[in-house]
């Protein structure tokens, strides 16, 4: 009896995980904006809205790339949709304002902020040198201030929409990882501003969702030059690297079914993140395993 009560509530449970209630209708006609759109999985963020109906602008420094990620777009969705580009450097906070205020004019409001960008550094270790100092500024402008800058432009819209902000975030973020520790510092801090953030809507009655994505290790161009070109094979040989297309789909998935946090691949980064509290020492020692030191 109790067996089958609880064969039940395991088969319940497994089902309820394994259950895809993600509508593709949901995303007809939503006005997207994706940073860091010109490569990665901000790129393939913009295919799969495109492709799912969305109005997509697209943003990141180089103008020829975004040409051709909206050239594709339009490929993949329909002649109803609108797409776009705007090149901007995101360590101009400043200039944030008129990326949001462009997309609105362009897509006649937002409903879907994508935060993706971020800047692109060598791998490596910090000794506290002069030249590791120099980078930490622009590391917090571009990958931590102008996600708070991008996002506090864009709530007035959002409100209006009932929008969602995509944040996405890193197992960097949940616990700190060698040889990128400037990275894995902004993304902590992302985690406190949105979560600080998430609340306040909440409390203000204000029904926009901020879904945060945290993420292992994606087989982008530039995560796998980086982890090669700084003599990471071993962890390159035990860690499998998802793809980046089947990353960015289940990201936009659950944005649209506005969940607050999501984990890909859901193993190992949510069970690390569970008992990384809990035994902190055991979870280092597990993490550290798969990086080599180079001298
Ligand atoms: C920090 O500085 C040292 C010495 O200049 C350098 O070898 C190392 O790569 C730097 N670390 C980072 C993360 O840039």
Known sequence: MIKKLLAVV???LLGYWLIDDF????????????????????EQLAYHYARLGASVVVTARREDKLKEVVAKCSELGSSSQKYGYIPADMADLEGTEHVIQETVNK???????????????????????????????????????????????????LEKSTGSVIVLHSMAGKLGQPFVSAYSGSKFALDGFFGGLRQELKL????????????????????????KDYGQNFLLSI?????????????????????????????????????????????????????????
């Open 10 to 12: 395991f088969g319940l």
């Open 23 to 42: 509508n593709p209708d949901s995303l007809k006609g939503k006005r997207v904006l994706v940073t860091g759109a010109s490569t990665g999985i901000g």
């Open 107 to 157: 897509l006649g409001g937002l409903d879907i902020l994508v935060l993706n960008h971020i800047i692109l550094l060598d791998l490596g270790v910090w000794t506290g040198s002069h030249h590791n100092l120099s980078l930490i500024d622009k590391v917090m402008r571009v990958n931590y201030q102008s996600y708070i800058y991008l996002a506090s432009h864009a709530l007035p819209h």
């Open 239 to 295: 860690v499998k690297a998802e793809s980046p297309s089947a990353t960015a789909l289940e990201i936009v998935k659950q944005g649209s079914k506005r969940v607050r946090q999501m984990y890909y691949p859901y193993i190992p980064v949510y069970p690390l993140i569970l008992l990384r509290d809990w035994f902190p020492e055991t979870c280092e020692y597990v993490n550290r395993f798969v990086y080599t030191l180079n001298s």
């Open 204 to 227: 203000r009655q204000c029904d926009i969702s901020i879904t945060i994505c945290v993420l292992g290790l994606i087989g982008t161009d530039n995560a796998i030059n980086q982890l």
